[in-house]
């Protein structure tokens, strides 16, 4: 079935370093693939998406590409700040109503 | 604004009673989902529906039940025949069943169980 792996974390960095956080899929077809943020104590919130090979989702200074040669779609950040401290999760939906999570990745950004 | 409210955020529960969590959504979107979220797990898919009166079950719907007689509203019942129910629980709506259409959260319930 589908799949989707995420870089183990937590990671923590200190404000203003350059953020990667790793995702890569295992699915038939072209999925849609997505990035949410969870902060504590909410819901996820939709953070990008990219729906064809070679787009690229952005939105508040992250940016994630679709890579179908590597199945891959790493979420990047060039300046990190205390406020980007949250849990990450990348996800895919393969054309039926269900969506696959990677286990989430821990991000803690000190000042 | 539109968007999905859960009700209560916490709920507090004695082992071997049935409790039901509420979750309702203005966004006019067809289809609703129920996750369960444990620490450090990813999302776990307990049941969804893509229509009224239409539900089908996730990857561990065993001792949970769920309804959806209203467009808007998808209450999800813990029962006691679930065997670890303290979880963070989430209520997710999607609009149609296009690949790019994202999942839409409510700020989840966390339930005890004790």
């Known amino acids: 079935g589908d799949s989707v792996t995420q870089m183990e974390g937590p990671v923590t960095l200190s404000e203003e370093a350059f953020l990667t956080i790793n995702c890569t899929y295992t699915?038939?077809?072209?999925?849609?693939l997505f990035w949410y943020v969870q902060y504590p104590g909410e819901g996820l919130q939709l953070l990008l998406k990219?729906?064809?090979?070679?787009d690229k989702g952005s939105n508040k200074g992250f940016e994630a590409t679709y890579r179908k040669e590597t199945t891959s779609f790493h979420l990047e950040k060039g300046s990190v700040q205390v406020s980007d401290s949250a849990v990450y999760f990348c996800?895919?939906?393969?054309?039926?109503?269900?969506?696959?999570f990677g286990p989430g990745t821990r991000l803690s950004v000190l000042p | 604004d539109g968007g999905i409210t859960q009700s209560p955020k916490y709920l507090f529960r004695k082992e071997g009673q049935n409790v039901t969590l509420s979750c309702e959504q203005n966004?006019?979107?067809?289809?609703m989902y129920w996750y369960r979220q444990d620490p450090g797990q990813g999302l776990r898919l307990i049941y969804y529906?893509?229509?009224?009166?239409?539900?089908q079950k996730g990857d561990i719907a065993e001792g949970y039940s769920v309804s959806r007689e209203k467009k808007e509203s998808f209450p999800l019942t813990v029962t006691s025949a679930q065997k670890n129910p303290t979880a963070f629980y989430l209520c997710?709506?999607?609009?149609?069943?296009?690949?790019?259409?994202?999942?839409?959260f409510g700020n989840g319930t966390r339930l005890t169980v004790t």
């Open positions: 997710a709506s999607r609009y149609g069943g296009q690949g790019g259409s994202p999942l839409h």
């Open positions: 699915a038939t077809g072209y999925p849609s």
């Open positions: 990219a729906t064809k090979a070679d």
């Open positions: 996800a895919l939906n393969n054309y039926g109503q269900n969506f696959v």
């Open positions: 966004l006019n979107h067809d289809a």
């Open positions: 529906s893509q229509i009224v009166n239409d539900f």
